[in-house]
């Protein structure tokens, strides 16, 4: 009974292994925070990016005691997960819109038109084509898998976007590739709303699609892009448009960034409606009413400096995911289909979707091939698994991990050299870098 007792004091649970590492786990923390904040300026010039030091950090840090013994996975803790990617992708859009101040309009955003009505698309069917063929999936799982695909991530291309304005060389290449991320999250729902709907019938129907259009399609789209147009509007006018002894944007408080973001997204789901979409129109919105104020650079300075955070915490979790087995059962198939996704969907759907876009050969490769994959592609692989059945749910994290660690790698290397090639090749030929003028001409304007 002694003994007995005696071992179970000694036992070293998980809560006391947790207390006993407790300023390891405090400095590891403090300085995750310090690498995120000084590496952007260390390896602003190297064909480096932040996400591949962080999930370098995180894979590294969970392979060894007392990490090693938390190491997750996202099939055990789905709905955390889902969450999880589910903030920071909303912060993440609410700061690409305050970013863009270019208004929305047919040819000023005709690259931005084309990417998401031809390329997404594209890149659904034929990631539905290659994940039934290659990996043997069902219609509803190859769906869903496509649709988590089919969005590039806003929250991981910070090095091929917009930073403030388009005041640089290569804004519209950043400009592009800035409204893409920032619409197709949004566009991306409805096709997991179908690929939920269908595993749920057992296949497709009629009612299915039927109630597909209307409510997943028409209404939860409209409700997403009218909430984010008043919400939105609502409060610009009251940040800069209220009496100035009253003006919120003589407070400097970044907060209301935030504040935002969180009362657009909720109250566009209580709608129901796409809070994804409402957030990022509702930050165009605001930046719009601040034309040109300094204020919105504070509200952006937030967003962005929140999101770097909430950034290297998860890409910290993800690299623990690789050292906890995330890709241990990958096979010779996902490999081939992580790198058809990559090196061929992407820059050949990007590809057909600009044709006939008058812009440098380069800048429009670059377009087509930064398609990155990241945190959203993991939210929505996680909203699919908690709201409907699917099979091979295990080998499609799998599947997942690896595109967003090939991604990561192959894009945060790439990226450097190609945004300095870009420049050099605005300045060698005197090339304006605005984009006014994309869309292919008329045969007015050809004469």
Known sequence: MVNSLSASAGAITPASALTDSYFVIIFALGAMILLT?????????????????CVAVGATMFSVAPFSHWGPH????????????????????MGA?????????????????RLLGIAMPLTIGLVIVLGQQLLGLGLATALLLAGSLAPTDPVLAGDVQ???????EEAEAKFALTSEAGLNDAL???????????????????????????????????????????LGWLVGAIIYHLPSDTRLSRTGDGFIALGATLVVYTLTEFAPGYGFLA????????????????FNKKLHDFADELERLLMMLLLLLFGGMLASGLLADIGWEEVLFAAVMLLVIRPLAGGISLLGVKRPRLELAIISFFGIRGLGSVYYLSYGFNHGAFQS????WGTL???????????????????????????ANGLPHSGDDVAPAGPEERA
């Open 37 to 53: 904040a000084w590496a952007p300026i260390i390896i602003k010039r190297l064909p480096l990016s932040l996400p591949i030091i």
């Open 74 to 93: 996202p099939e055990n803790s789905p709905k955390l997960v889902e969450r999880a990617a589910e903030l920071i992708v909303i912060v993440s859009l």
């Open 97 to 113: 819109g305050l970013k863009i101040e270019r208004a929305m309009a047919w040819r000023s955003w005709y690259v931005t038109w």
């Open 162 to 168: 917009i930073k403030h304005d388009e005041d640089e």
């Open 188 to 230: 991306a729902f409805p096709f997991i709303h179908l690929a939920i709907a269908i595993s749920a019938a057992g296949g497709i129907t009629q009612a299915v699609i039927t109630d597909w259009l209307l409510k997943d399609v028409l209404w939860k789209l409209g409700a997403g892009l009218g909430v984010g147009v008043v």
């Open 279 to 294: 957030v990022f129109v509702a930050g165009l919105m605001i930046r719009r009413a601040a034309k040109g104020h300094d």
């Open 393 to 396: 749910e295990y080998n499609l």
């Open 401 to 427: 991990g690896l595109i967003i660690s090939a991604s990561i790698l192959m894009h945060g290397i790439l990226v450097t050299p190609a945004m300095e090639r870009l420049r050099q090749t605005y300045r």
